[in-house]
């Protein structure tokens, strides 16, 4: 079952997703010695990246113990301003202080295909001998037609089961670039997942994807279902604006 979460502006929403990240870093080092956490891109996540350089914010991090990756990225060079990584990087990184072996941004390749086979390895290693990698903390947002991560409506990717990454070409949305993104069993295997999103336009899809009704081709979001883990909608009051009254 989702937990669905709304606060009153994007400030809290910010801030209370911050809080989780948090929460979870010091949860997951306690518990496992290390936090692994797959950042998405979209421009609602800005917000809370950069409350999370605040220093009062980022000392209740421990850093050198959290392990930051994307759940999904353009095939743009990091230093590109559609880079999902170059997001957190102007965002977060630069205000930080964080082990540059902690950060695994995905390695871009002419060949998108490439790029999603590189990145697959990256996560092997860094999950060594896990049949699935369990994240921590995976962040996603919440696209107009309903995609997250790179998971665009009616593509073969949403049915894959056998890779952990892979590429997909543009959606409908800007930036028309190739993407590569995790699967939906990555996804599913992560501890907690957690949905970000703001604002009264994108009412309707979170409505659609929460009431039910649609199938993984028509909103991709509808396939986010952790299999042991706990899923966290975090909504602003314009995005769930049209959901009925609880
Ligand atoms: C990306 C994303 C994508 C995004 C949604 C929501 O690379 O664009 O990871 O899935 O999260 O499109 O984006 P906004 O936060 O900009 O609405």
């Known amino acids: 079952m989702a937990e669905i979460e709304i606060l009153p502006d994007s400030g809290t929403l910010a801030e209370r997703a911050s809080g989780i990240l948090i929460e979870t870093a010091a ?118 037609d309903g995609h997250t991560a790179s998971l665009f409506p009616g593509m073969p990717t949403l049915h894959v089961t056998d890779r952990w990454l892979v590429a997909t070409p543009p959606g409908v949305l800007p930036p028309p670039v190739d993407r590569v993104t995790f699967t939906f069993p990555v996804i599913n295997a992560a501890r907690r997942v957690v949905f970000l999103v703001g604002g009264e336009k994108k009412a309707d899809t979170v409505r659609d994807v929460l009431a039910g009704g649609y199938s993984v081709d028509e909103r991709p979001s509808v396939g986010v279902r952790p299999e042991h883990g706990e899923l966290i909608w975090l909504l602003d009051r314009g995005a769930s604006s049209k959901l009925p009254a609880r």
Request: charged share 20%.
């Open 27 to 144: 949860s997951a080092i306690a518990a496992r010695g290390r936090c692994t956490i797959a950042l998405s891109g979209g421009s609602t996540p800005e917000a809370m990246y950069r409350l999370l350089a605040v220093p009062q914010r980022a000392s209740q991090v421990n850093w050198s113990r959290t392990l930051l990756f994307v759940g999904d990225e353009r095939v743009v060079p990091t230093g590109d301003p559609r880079s999902n990584f170059g997001l957190v990087q102007r965002t977060l990184l630069d205000g930080i202080s964080v082990p540059s072996a902690n950060l695994f941004p995905v390695p871009i390749h002419a060949d998108a295909a490439e790029s999603a086979r590189a990145y697959e390895e990256i996560l092997r290693q860094a999950f060594e001998g896990a049949a699935i990698p369990e994240f921590d903390l995976i962040l996603l947002g919440l696209g107009d």
